[in-house]
């Protein structure tokens, strides 16, 4: 069954220092990897998607993410963090159910940017 | 601008009232869902509908129905509220053009509180 893992539930980090937040995923074949983010009192926003073309996916924000399948893992990156990246991310796997998607969300990273 | 819009924001119900959750969508989008978010355990998809009329059980669908008499329209519906589903419930919706791996556009979210 296709499954995602977040390794960390909380993350801290200063601003202007590096942000990393890890994904492992476990699937019987090739998937689609999302990474979506939930600001305080807002929906979800999608930040970037991998479907099996370049192994570096850019999003937006500064964000970035590295499909690697010999570790299967998909974390996710910045170089800087900022104030304003202080939410929660979903790492989420998608399925295709009789052809229909399906997401399956990861528990969540919390992440802490402190001045 | 995509808008997914959630019938209310917090709601507060007793224990065996029956309760409904609308959403609506103006993007025209052929896929809708209702997800379930709980502190520790990420999202996880209660049920989501293809078409109109259409509808199929995802994860946890016990104690719960929907109807998508309408495409931009899609309702949660507990027919008997428990405690245990005090919850924050997400609406979705997504596109089935250019295959099934379309970002899901999410509402603000409304939290539900059965006492």
């Known amino acids: 069954a296709q499954s995602v893992t977040q390794l960390d539930s909380h993350v801290s980090v200063s601003e202007g220092t590096p942000v990393l937040l890890r994904c492992n995923y476990s699937s019987s074949y090739s998937p689609s990897l999302f990474w979506y983010v939930q600001h305080p009192n807002k929906g979800l926003q999608l930040l970037l998607k991998y479907t099996s073309a370049a192994t570096l996916v850019k999003g937006i924000n500064g964000f970035e993410a590295e499909f690697k399948k010999s570790e299967t893992s998909f974390h996710l990156t910045k170089p800087s963090a900022h104030m304003s990246d202080a939410a929660e991310y979903f790492c989420v796997v998608a399925l295709l159910n009789t052809g229909f998607q399906k997401l399956v969300f990861g528990t969540g990273t919390r992440l802490l940017v402190s001045p | ?115």
């Open chain 2, 1 to 115: 601008d995509v808008k997914v819009t959630q019938s209310s924001r917090y709601l507060v119900k007793r224990t065996g009232e029956k309760v409904f959750l609308e959403c609506v969508q103006d993007m025209d989008h052929e896929n809708m869902f209702w997800y379930r978010q709980d502190p520790g355990l990420g999202l996880r998809l209660i049920y989501f509908s293809y078409d109109v009329k259409m509808k199929e059980k995802g994860d946890i669908p016990e104690g719960y129905s929907v109807s998508r008499e309408k495409k931009e329209r899609f309702s949660l519906i507990l027919e008997s509220a428990s405690t245990n589903q005090t919850s924050m419930y997400l609406c979705a919706s997504s596109s089935s053009d250019g295959g099934p791996f379309n970002e899901q556009f999410f509402g603000p979210g409304t939290r539900l509180t059965v006492l």
